[in-house]
């Protein structure tokens, strides 16, 4: 079964730091750009943060540049989002996705992800 499964959420104080976890099982993550999204309570799915396959793009939302970083670890088959500085603005899902971009191993993005997790919390709150 392919899927992906994010982990590493919580709750925080405000300026505290997590690091999300996206972990594939069923399939390799070489060939996939991974994507971080999150949805706050009563806010629309957005897309913070991108790498594509081998690493070599990355993307920020304005919001979370110089707080967030985005890497991956192929060998693990896993992406992780190092979250620091968090604010209460910060609070949602967090959910991984994945897209295989089949012309380009550069490139990253948000729509059009073929699989994704089923999501973390993280709550950010004194």
């Known amino acids: 079964q392919l899927q992906l499964v994010e982990s590493g959420g919580g709750l925080v104080q405000p300026g505290g730091s997590l690091r999300l976890s996206c972990a594939a099982s069923g399939f390799t993550l070489d060939y996939y750009a991974i994507g971080w999204f999150r949805q706050a309570p009563g806010k629309e799915r957005e897309g913070v943060s991108c790498i594509s396959s081998r690493g070599g793009t990355t993307n920020y939302q304005n919001s979370v540049k110089g707080r967030f970083t985005i890497s991956r670890d192929n060998a693990k088959n896993t992406v992780y989002l190092q979250m620091n500085s968090l604010q209460p603005e910060d609070t949602g899902v967090y959910y991984c996705?994945?897209?295989?971009?089949?012309?380009?191993?550069?490139?990253?993005?948000?729509?059009?992800?073929?699989?994704w997790g089923k999501g973390t919390l993280v709550t950010v709150s004194s």
């Open positions: 996705a994945a897209r295989r971009y089949y012309t380009s191993m550069t490139i990253c993005g948000y729509l059009g992800m073929d699989y």
